[in-house]
T-cell receptor
Framework: GQQVMQIPQYQHVQEGEDFTTYCNSS?????IQWYKQRPGGHPVFLIQ?????EVKKQKRLTFQFGEAKKNSSLHITATQTTDVGTYFC????????????FGKGTKLSVIP | GAGVSQSPRYKVTKRGQDVALRCDPI?????LYWYRQALGQGPEFLTY????????KSGLPNDRFSAERPEGSISTLTIQRTEQRDSAMYRC???????????FGSGTRLTVV
């Protein structure tokens, strides 16, 4: 079945440093979504990417979808303590089923 | 409602008992999803509905697990003859339909003792 892998599993950064997490799928995706889960919370939807090579920005966050629609990345510029949490990518292969397969997430810690 | 509501928040049950977990999605959301999340892991797909129709149940671990959404709104995930390995956070999410972002509920923490 479809697998979604994320690296790194953990990342510790000094406040103000940049952060990137990478997501790779074993199959071509119809779309990819990103979620953020704060400690003790539930996943919160951030964004969806649909087109090959798509790039979207939300303030300090930049999301990319690969040309082959099998990989994606999330980049945070100048991290802040409010960025702490686990970031999940989740992909759908479409083909009649819209359920998302989630990666294991990247847990971000920001040292003030 | 304003968000996805799940109940109970916490459930402790004895091995062998049946449990029913409830999810009340956002009004107007067509799709409803059940996921299970182990500590430190990503959500794992169980099943999903469009309206009242169960579209995909390929993630249900075995026949002790079942789900329904009889009127296309509230859904119940039932686990029969619970086992310790069923202990996890069970999360419900809803969306406007395929290819829309999910809104997750706060989850039900199930502990089987």
């Amino acid at each position: 079945g479809q697998q979604v892998m994320q690296i790194p599993q953990y990342q510790h950064v000094q406040e103000g440093e940049d952060f990137t997490t990478y997501c790779n799928s074993s199959t071509t995706l119809s779309n990819i979504q990103w979620y953020k889960q704060r400690p003790g919370g539930h996943p919160v939807f951030l964004i969806q990417l649909v087109k090959s090579g798509e790039v979207k920005k939300q303030k300090r966050l930049t999301f990319q979808f690969g040309e082959a629609k099998k990989n994606s990345s999330l980049h945070i510029t100048a991290t802040q303590t409010t960025d702490v949490g686990t970031y999940f990518c989740a992909g759908s292969s479409g083909a009649g089923s819209y359920q998302l397969t989630f990666g294991k997430g990247t847990k971000l810690s920001v040292i003030p | 409602g304003a968000g996805v509501s799940q109940s109970p928040r916490y459930k402790v049950t004895k091995r062998g008992q049946d449990v029913a977990l409830r999810c009340d999605p956002i009004s107007g959301h067509v799709s409803l999803y059940w996921y299970r999340q182990a500590l430190g892991q990503g959500p794992e797909f169980l099943t999903y509905f469009n309206y009242e129709a169960q579209q995909d149940k390929s993630g249900l671990p075995n026949d002790r697990f079942s789900a329904e959404r009889p009127e296309g709104s509230i859904s119940t995930l039932t686990i029969q003859r619970t086992e310790q390995r069923d202990s996890a956070m069970y999360r419900c999410a809803s969306s406007f339909g395929g290819h829309y972002g999910y809104t997750f509920g706060s989850g039900t923490r199930l502990t089987v003792v």
